[in-house]
């Protein structure tokens, strides 16, 4: 079945730029959709088919996907940001919703 | 607003079944399916299943047929998990999402339900 990798966290300091990758066999031919989940809470969407954003999802968040990876972008980190994010795509091979394994943020 | 409001925790000992509920508002239910995805604590987000809220059709994850089943009650714009022959490893928050096709994003989350199984 289709193998979705992330780095298991990932540091930044406030108010520099979050490079949140997300690799995969040619994952640039799937729709990648990224997911913000802060301790205690359930997960929220924040960047849905490679690059489109919610409406209630600051335009410091990005996305884009091609090739091998796909990657979030987060462009002044605050420190409300500090979370773990996820990625998800589909795999039509086994007709399954894939994540990966997820990226704690720190914020320093 | 898109509202998924999802039943209360649950504690349950092995072999048994658990059935969590997701009731929806805010918008047309039948247009929208919902998925189901699990967190073992401390874990990352492992997807469950869709089911289709206007016929009926599922799409359940290999390693749990057999023991899960995702029905839809239109009239109560609720849908239901059920997880049958639980073990210690269903120790898990489940999460309800929105999910129009089963194909796309998760754009709306219930506030989850923790279900502790215990041998």
């Known amino acids: 079945s289709y193998v979705v990798t992330q780095p298991p966290s990932v540091s930044v300091a406030p108010g520099k730029t979050a490079s949140l990758t997300c690799g995969g066999t040619d994952i640039g031919r799937k729709n990648v959709h990224w997911y913000q989940q802060r301790p205690g809470q359930a997960p929220v969407l924040v960047i849905y088919?490679?690059?489109d954003r919610p409406l209630e999802i600051p335009e410091r968040f990005s996305g884009s996907n091609f090739g091998n990876l796909a990657t979030l972008t987060i462009s002044g980190v605050e420190d409300g940001d500090e979370a773990d994010y996820y990625c998800?795509?589909?795999?039509?091979?086994?007709?399954?919703?894939?994540f990966g394994g997820g990226t704690k943020l720190t914020v320093l | 607003q898109v509202q998924l409001v999802q039943s209360g925790g649950e504690v349950k000992t092995s072999g048994a079944s658990v059935t969590v509920s997701c009731k929806a508002s805010g918008y047309p239910f039948n247009r929208y399916g919902i998925t189901w995805v699990r967190q073992a604590p401390g874990q990352g987000l492992e997807w469950m299943g869709w089911?289709?809220?206007?016929?009926?059709?599922?799409k359940i994850a290999q390693k749990l047929q057999g023991r899960v089943a995702m029905t839809t009650d239109t009239s109560a714009t609720t849908v239901y998990l059920d997880l049958r022959s639980l073990r210690p490893d269903d120790t898990a928050v489940y999460y309800c999402?929105?999910?129009?096709?089963?194909?796309?994003?998760?754009?709306?989350w219930g506030q989850g339900t923790l279900v502790t199984v215990s041998s």
């Open positions: 999402a929105r999910d129009k096709d089963g194909y796309s994003d998760f754009d709306h």
């Open positions: 088919f490679d690059s």
């Open positions: 089911v289709n809220t206007d016929n009926a059709e599922t």
């Open positions: 998800q795509v589909w795999d039509s091979g086994t007709n399954h919703a894939i």
